[in-house]
């Protein structure tokens, strides 16, 4: 399984981005996919995920109303629109793709992982 992350780059604050996840190889049955991003000197921290069918949606506290998670299985590509991005949002993004079923934000939720795609937000 190979994730590929892209869409970052640099914005100003109160822009917006849209980051895709295209997932390829023996992804086998449905999944799910979670975005997470680690900035500098920190941990990697949830941000969002969508169930296979996309039914299920998960947002952490900092990005709910501004972020929206979604997803196109016929091209196997998640999707992050990002609004309204604060300094704060800076970070390298990945997304992850889970096997698991519910709700899905840990790190420990997630079998495989894509390189991250830098976004940097100044003021």
């Known amino acids: 399984v190979q994730l590929q992350a892209s869409g970052g780059g640099l914005v100003q604050a109160g822009g917006s981005l849209r980051l895709s996840c295209a997932a390829s190889?023996?992804?086998?049955?449905?999944?799910?996919i979670g975005w997470f991003r680690q900035a500098p000197g920190k941990e990697r921290e949830f941000v969002a995920a969508?169930?296979?069918?996309?039914?299920?949606?998960y947002y952490a506290d900092s990005v709910k109303g501004r972020f929206t998670i979604s997803r196109d299985n016929a091209k196997n590509t998640v999707y992050l629109q990002m609004n309204s991005l604060k300094p704060e949002d800076t970070a390298v993004y990945f997304c992850?793709?889970?096997?698991?079923?519910?709700?899905?934000?840990?790190?420990?939720?997630?079998?495989?992982w894509g390189q991250g795609t830098q976004v940097t937000v100044s003021s």
């Open positions: 969508v169930s296979w069918s996309a039914g299920s949606t």
């Open positions: 992850a793709l889970s096997y698991r079923m519910g709700k899905i934000t840990t790190i420990y939720d997630y079998n495989y």
């Open positions: 190889g023996r992804t086998f049955s449905s999944y799910a």
